[in-house]
């Protein structure tokens, strides 16, 4: 039993011997974690055949051991090197699915990924029978801006557009950025807005945010005016889709160049 509890002699195959005619030492032996047990007088020639055999047999599972360890070891490595290359597709996919569904400049959401969470947003609206609006901020003379600032100043001028549009609106609303020269925003409904209420509200965010860009928009320091067009659209009057609202807005957009 010592050395059946002892790590460093648990393997080690026991034979043990007797005199005694009575089974249940044989059972107690074997219990305790003996290999045999033999009975005296002893026949040396079966006792060494038995210790060779149960030699070998320690060996083989010595061996077997070993081997068991080392695949082990080896299924570890793999499960490891799986685990991590799974991580780096997933991040991979992560980033590849981010700059599919949004504008590189400004990170804001694109014109596909807009329409997507503008049909949810009207979906819910359809659902609740609440009203719901979508406005668009279109930046004049955009053209001449691009010819009169370099390439990086002009993105960093984008990135501070989209940041003050955010800005002006609430927390649960969303921004994007539909086009080269126009910011577009979902707003949020309530419950209390009918639709002349919620075209009012949109009205009033989409003339804060154009206030906001011709005003107190700075850039390195330096104040950046921008002529700022824009318009409004109300789910239901406006559109009963996702398109037809986007559509109601470019409309109106052209309209007012």
């Known amino acids: 039993r010592q050395l059946a509890i002892n790590s460093a002699t648990r393997l080690i195959p026991v034979v043990m011997m007797t005199v005694s005619d009575d089974d249940s030492f044989v059972r107690v032996a074997l219990d305790a974690g003996a290999v045999d047990v033999l009975r005296k007088p002893l026949n040396p020639d079966l006792l060494r055949a038995r210790l060779r ?17 080392i695949r082990a070891e080896v299924l570890e490595q793999t499960v490891v090197s799986v685990r991590a290359e799974l991580g780096d597709r997933e991040r991979t996919m992560a980033r590849a699915e981010f ?46 801006l691009q010819a009169s600032i370099s390439k990086e100043r002009l993105d960093r001028l ?14 649960m609303d969303f921004v994007a950025r539909l086009s080269e020269d126009v910011f577009a925003a979902v707003l949020s409904h309530t419950e209390t807005d009918t639709p002349e209420a919620a075209g009012m509200k949109a009205s009033e965010v989409a003339n804060r945010a154009a206030r906001a860009l011709r005003e107190s928009l700075v850039l390195d320091g330096e104040s950046q005016p921008l002529e700022i067009r824009t318009a409004v659209a109300v789910y239901p009057q406006d559109g009963k889709s996702a398109n037809d609202l986007m559509r109601h807005l470019e409309q109106t957009l052209a309209v007012t160049r």
């Open 158 to 171: 984008l990135a501070a557009i989209g940041i003050s549009i955010q800005r002006a609106l609430r927390p």
């Open 99 to 144: 700059l599919f569904n949004h504008d590189l400049i400004t990170g804001l959401p694109n014109r596909q990924h807009l329409l997507e969470l503008l049909e949810r947003a009207r979906r819910r609206a359809e659902r609740d029978k609440w009203p719901m609006a979508v406005v668009a901020l279109g930046i004049d003379h955009y053209d001449a």
């Open 53 to 69: 055999s149960y030699m070998a047999l320690n060996r083989q599972s010595q061996a077997l051991g070993y081997e068991v360890q």
